[in-house]
C-alpha cells in the first residue's frame, strides 16, 4: 500500500505504508515483509497476528473441552493467553491502539477473542469441580492495559452494538 498522491516515479520509503496499520513502514525501519503484488506487513501488524491466531487455535480448543478439560489443555492455553496478553500489554505502553495509532483489524481481532475466551470465567464451577482454575482470574491486575482496552473498545457504538451487556458479565 502506498499513501494516496505519490509520484509513482520518486516513490521514496515513507510513502510505503502497511496494509494492516497504514503506518509508513519502511522509513520507520520496522522489519516488513512484501507479500503479493506489492502488499506489505510491518512486523509489528505480523506478531499481532500470529499471537491473535495463537490464543485463538488455544481458546477454541480450550471452550470446547471445558466439561472435559485435561491438564494439558489447560496449560496450553494458559500459556497462549500469557503469550498474548504481555504483547498486547507491551503494545498499548506506547500506543492508544494494538498495531498502530489507530483502530486496526488487531484491535477488533483483540475484542472478539479475548471476549470470547472470558467466556471461561462464566463455567467457573465446571472448571472447579475439575480441578481447575480460571485463567483470566487477574487479567485486570496482570493486564491492566489490555483490560482497559478491551472495556474502552467494547464500549464503542460500533462494539457494543454487538456485545450488548457482555463484557459487563465478564468482568
Given at each position: 500500500?502506498?499513501?494516496?498522491?505519490i509520484d509513482v516515479d520518486n516513490v521514496q520509503p515513507e510513502d510505503?505504508?502497511?496494509?494492516?496499520?497504514?503506518?509508513p513502514a519502511w522509513s520507520a525501519g520496522k522489519p516488513c515483509i512484501e507479500g503479493h503484488q506489492g502488499s506489505l506487513i510491518c512486523g509489528d501488524c505480523l506478531t499481532a497476528a500470529y499471537k491473535t491466531l495463537v490464543l485463538a487455535r488455544e481458546a477454541q480448543v480450550y471452550l470446547l473441552s471445558i466439561n472435559e478439560l485435561s491438564q494439558v489443555t489447560h496449560e496450553r492455553m494458559s500459556s497462549a493467553y500469557e503469550f498474548y496478553l504481555s504483547g498486547i500489554n507491551r503494545s498499548l505502553a506506547t500506543?492508544?491502539?494494538?498495531?498502530?495509532?489507530?483502530?486496526?483489524?488487531a484491535d477488533i481481532g483483540f475484542v472478539c477473542d479475548v471476549g470470547q475466551f472470558l467466556r471461561e470465567r462464566l463455567l467457573e464451577d465446571s472448571l472447579k469441580q475439575q480441578g481447575f482454575s480460571v485463567i483470566s482470574k487477574n487479567m485486570e491486575r496482570e493486564y491492566p492495559l489490555a483490560?482497559?482496552?478491551?472495556?474502552?473498545?467494547?464500549?464503542?457504538?460500533?462494539?457494543?452494538?454487538h456485545?450488548?451487556?457482555?463484557?459487563?458479565k465478564v468482568f
Amino acid at each position: 500500500m502506498h499513501r494516496d498522491g505519490i509520484d509513482v516515479d520518486n516513490v521514496q520509503p515513507e510513502d510505503i505504508l502497511c496494509d494492516f496499520c497504514v503506518a509508513p513502514a519502511w522509513s520507520a525501519g520496522k522489519p516488513c515483509i512484501e507479500g503479493h503484488q506489492g502488499s506489505l506487513i510491518c512486523g509489528d501488524c505480523l506478531t499481532a497476528a500470529y499471537k491473535t491466531l495463537v490464543l485463538a487455535r488455544e481458546a477454541q480448543v480450550y471452550l470446547l473441552s471445558i466439561n472435559e478439560l485435561s491438564q494439558v489443555t489447560h496449560e496450553r492455553m494458559s500459556s497462549a493467553y500469557e503469550f498474548y496478553l504481555s504483547g498486547i500489554n507491551r503494545s498499548l505502553a506506547t500506543s492508544d491502539y494494538i498495531a498502530s495509532d489507530q483502530l486496526t483489524i488487531a484491535d477488533i481481532g483483540f475484542v472478539c477473542d479475548v471476549g470470547q475466551f472470558l467466556r471461561e470465567r462464566l463455567l467457573e464451577d465446571s472448571l472447579k469441580q475439575q480441578g481447575f482454575s480460571v485463567i483470566s482470574k487477574n487479567m485486570e491486575r496482570e493486564y491492566p492495559l489490555a483490560t482497559a482496552h478491551l472495556k474502552t473498545l467494547g464500549a464503542m457504538p460500533e462494539f457494543s452494538t454487538h456485545l450488548g451487556d457482555y463484557l459487563s458479565k465478564v468482568f
